[in-house]
């Protein structure tokens, strides 16, 4: 069996679309996806590339992404990354690859000089849960996430 990690390349804008509708689709927020083929060919592979993208391979079949951009930690004066999605599809679980590409991701931080690898997860995914505290993660209990979006996003941005 061959296992490959590599990066995303423009002209697979629609395979990377596909998995971020996979991942949706398990999370239950399918309704929530506004990406499309145009978009991530823009902010991914365009002038101002805003993330990264990585498939991992299984005898050159991809059987999962990860999406990732540098991130900073103001108490550790260092770039970081943070893991936006991570996902393997179903048939491929439980096989090591997503150990696989948290391994990759962990060595990107190393390599790049930076200081921590970082990432959400919805408190109902026991099985992520799990399996990343299996690998040694820790859940940062004292932080809450919050997030501003369309009109709310807009309403505060008139007050400025």
């Known amino acids: 069996m061959k296992i490959e990690i590599r990066p995303a390349r423009k002209n697979e804008a629609s395979t990377i679309l596909g998995f971020i509708n996979e991942l949706a689709a398990y999370e239950k927020l399918s309704h929530e996806v506004e990406a499309t083929k145009e978009k991530l060919e823009e902010t991914l592979f365009g002038t101002e590339k805003s993330a990264e993208v990585v498939f991992i391979l299984k005898n050159d079949e991809k059987v999962g992404f990860a999406l990732?951009?540098?991130s900073y930690s103001t108490f550790?004066?260092?770039?970081?990354?943070?893991?936006?999605?991570l996902f393997v599809l179903k048939e491929y679980r439980g096989q090591g690859f997503g150990k696989a590409l948290l391994a990759f991701l962990a060595k990107e931080v190393i390599n790049r000089g930076y200081g921590r690898l970082e990432w959400s997860v919805l408190n109902w995914n026991r099985p992520s849960i799990e399996f990343y505290e299996l690998l040694g993660a820790e859940r940062m209990t004292e932080w809450s996430t919050y997030r501003l979006t369309g009109d709310k996003l807009s309403s505060l941005a008139r007050y400025s």
């Open 76 to 85: 550790l004066s260092k770039p970081g990354i943070y893991l936006e999605d």
């Open 68 to 70: 990732f951009f540098k």
